[in-house]
Structures are given as C-alpha cells and as structure tokens.
C-alpha cells in the first residue's frame, strides 16, 4: 500500500516562532578539514533556542555594508556557544575567513522549521552531502534513536564529521565519487547496497540535506519503499524571515493542487510527498 495515496504526510514540527537579533561573539574561528572553517560564536540567547535543522542568519563583518545575510545550519548549540561549518566560495563567506577570536558578528536566529524528532518505531537513516553532515549533527545527537548516515562527497577531504557521528553511537558509511574513501560512487550506490543488506521489518525514516539532485534521489529511494524522507532544500536567500520571497519552493497541496512556501520559515525542511520538484509539471 502507497501511504501516498492512503494518508498526507505528517507536518513538520511547529515553527520555534522566537527569533533573537543578538550580536555574537567569536570565541574559535579555524580551519576544519578539507576547504571548511569551523566558527564558533557566543551567543547565549539564541542557543538554548536551537532545533535540529535550523539555520542562522548572519551578517558577514568585514564586507560591504549592502550585502545580505547569508544562512548557515547550526552544527552545534550548547554551552551559550553556536557552531556553524562553511566553506569560502564568494563575497560573504570570504570576509568571513577575516574573523578573529573577539569580534562580533550580528546573528539571526535560529531560522526555519528543521527535523522532527518523533520516534515513530522507524530505523533513521541519515543522508549528507557537503555541510549537510553538519546540519545532521544535532539531529544525530537529540534523536530518540541511533540508525544509520550516508556520508557522500567528491573526494575525502569533502567527508566531515565521521568520527562525531561514529561517537554518537551512529554507523557512518562513507562514498566519494574518485574512489578516495569509502564505496566508490554516488550516495545512493551505498544506500542501495544497504537497502539490499536489510530485511523487510526495518522500516526506515529518512533524513537528509546535501545537494537538490541527493535529495531528490533520496525522496524516490523513500517512496519507492513507503518511507517518510524529510529533506533540507538549500536556496539563496533574502531576508530569512519570511517577508521578501526570495526563498520559495512550490508544494504539493493535500487538494491536489500547488502552493508556494517560504523556505526560511516553512522550510528548509520539507517531507518529500510535499516538494513538487521543478521537473514535476505544476497542475
Ligand atoms: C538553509 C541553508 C543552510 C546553509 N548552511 C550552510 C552551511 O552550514 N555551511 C556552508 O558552507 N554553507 C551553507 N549554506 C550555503 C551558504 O549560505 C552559501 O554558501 C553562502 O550564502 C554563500 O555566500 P557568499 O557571499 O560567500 O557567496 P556568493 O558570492 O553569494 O555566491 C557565490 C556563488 O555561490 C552560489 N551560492 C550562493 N549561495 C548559495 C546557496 N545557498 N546554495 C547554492 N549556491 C549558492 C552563488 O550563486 C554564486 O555562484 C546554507 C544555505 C542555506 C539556504
Ligand atoms: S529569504 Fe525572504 S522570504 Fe525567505
């Protein structure tokens, strides 16, 4: 039976509606591993806040004052500290790289409405690409149960965080596409592999956030098998607060129609029966 067909998906979890403007304050700024920094900022108001899922939007120091917020997962939250990993690859981020210990930087947040964390008796399986393994720690870490994560990247130096996952009590299996670690191939050469290895009561419940054509594969790998996959969409943005549209994504309405929604605030995670991808024919 399709539950597609049978029932809506469930909703994402209710919008943590409090937002904090709040200046945070560089407490470890350094490289990470491959191409990624690792920012570490004070800021005690936002991070008791944070869900799994959830993104900041900051203002970058060191650029012009016109240029835009940029939005980044939080990989960590506690302690009063927030954590994100980026990599430089334009105008915001580079000015980023100039932040030292002690500077301040204007934050919003935590944005967006991120993972569910329900134990629905599902075996959860989690699927990253690029900073998805950060946006997927705190949900690998506050999850109810442990399963597995799906780590897919060009070359080594694009895998983050295993040994964090591996201590979680997560397994991790690793693909790149030169062959450098791990499965050769895409992610979903490895998830096919494990779908094959597991037998018909595990129900798997799908996680992920990585690029749009992971993602999409990852949605057809879970209705293909009458999963829920809740997927992190990745767009440009705007105001990250729901005002400017610069964010939409169009959905599946339960009528039978479309609709749009803003992925800062609905977003950025949306359950796949509800993304009407830009391939699909809106009706
Ligand atoms: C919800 C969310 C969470 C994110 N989390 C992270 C994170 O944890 N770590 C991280 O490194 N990055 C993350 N990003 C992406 C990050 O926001 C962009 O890398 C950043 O905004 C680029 O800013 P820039 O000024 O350096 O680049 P720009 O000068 O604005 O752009 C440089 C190039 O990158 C492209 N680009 C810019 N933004 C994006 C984007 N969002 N997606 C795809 N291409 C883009 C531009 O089209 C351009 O070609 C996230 C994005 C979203 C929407
Ligand atoms: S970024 Fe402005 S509405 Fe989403």
Not at 140 to 151: D, L, Q, S, Y
Request: proline share 7%; net charge negative; aromatic share 8%.
């Amino acid at each position: 039976m399709n539950r597609a067909e049978t029932e809506a998906p469930p909703e994402s979890p209710p919008l943590a509606r409090r937002i904090v403007q709040e200046d945070g304050v560089v407490v470890e700024h350094e490289n990470f591993q491959g191409d990624y920094r690792l920012l570490r900022l004070q800021a005690p108001a936002i991070t008791p806040l944070v869900q799994p899922g959830q993104f900041l939007h900051l203002k970058a120091p060191h650029a012009a004052e016109s240029l835009l917020r940029r939005p980044f997962s939080i990989y960590q939250a506690a302690d009063g500290v927030v954590s994100i990993l980026y990599k430089d690859i334009g105008r915001g981020t580079r000015a980023m790289t100039f932040l030292r210990p002690g500077e301040t930087l204007n934050l919003l947040g935590p944005l967006g409405t991120g993972y569910p964390l329900e134990d629905r008796g599902t075996f959860p399986v989690l699927v990253a690409g690029g900073y998805g393994m950060a946006a997927l720690y705190l949900l690998a870490k506050r999850h109810p149960n442990r399963g597995i994560a799906f780590f897919g990247g060009a070359t080594p130096g694009d895998i983050l965080c295993v040994p964090e996952f591996e201590a979680l009590g997560w397994e991790v299996r690793v693909t790149t596409i030169d062959g450098g670690l791990g499965m050769q191939g895409k992610v979903t050469v490895a998830i096919d592999a494990w779908l094959a290895e597991i037998d018909e009561t595990v129900r798997p419940e799908f996680y992920a956030c990585g690029p749009n054509a992971m993602l999409k594969a990852v949605g057809d790998h879970a209705l293909a098998r009458d999963a829920l996959a809740w997927l992190s969409m990745d767009r440009n943005m705007g105001c990250g607060v729901g005002a400017c549209l610069t964010c939409v994504q169009k959905l599946h309405t339960e009528e039978g129609g479309w609709t749009w929604a803003r992925v800062c605030r609905e977003g950025p995670v949306f359950e796949t029966r509800r993304i009407l991808w830009d391939e699909e024919k809106a009706t």
